[in-house]
């Protein structure tokens, strides 16, 4: 007969080696998003890292500082909600099978 705490802890230990596959996957997935028509581009990577800015020189004026700015913010912000989302649904291939859901993954 096996053990019912040993067949557990058999699965956590998968289900962490698994996940730290992803982690390492992921570190290497990026995300794109744009703001102002893609006059600032950031990317972000499956670490959640911003791994890039890419700015139009014509949105650049030395008068309206503040709108490069927001246009920064946007672009990041949606760079970090898209590589967010693929992070969680790679997590949720691991934990899909043994019926947990792990919050903030």
């Given at each position: 007969m096996?053990?019912?705490?040993?067949?557990i802890m058999k699965?956590a230990?998968?289900?962490?080696?698994?996940?730290?596959?992803?982690?390492?996957?992921?570190?290497?997935?990026?995300c794109?998003?744009?703001?102002g028509?893609?006059?600032?581009?950031a990317?972000v990577n499956?670490s959640l890292?911003?791994?890039s800015?890419?700015?139009?020189?014509?949105?650049v004026d030395?008068?309206d500082?503040?709108m490069?700015?927001d246009?920064?913010v946007?672009?990041?912000?949606?760079a970090?909600?898209?590589?967010?989302?693929?992070?969680?649904?790679e997590?949720?291939s691991?934990?899909s099978?043994l019926?947990?859901n792990?919050?903030?993954?």
């Open positions: 096996s053990n019912p705490l040993a067949n699965q230990q998968k289900m962490q080696e698994k996940m730290a596959e992803i982690q390492k996957a992921l570190a290497s997935k990026t794109e998003a744009s703001a028509g893609g006059m600032v581009t990317t499956g890292k911003l791994v800015i890419k700015i139009d020189p014509s949105v030395p008068d500082v503040e490069l700015g246009l920064i946007a672009a990041v912000n949606e970090y909600k898209r590589a967010q989302q693929m992070v969680s649904e997590m949720a691991v934990t099978g019926g947990i792990l919050p903030g993954l």
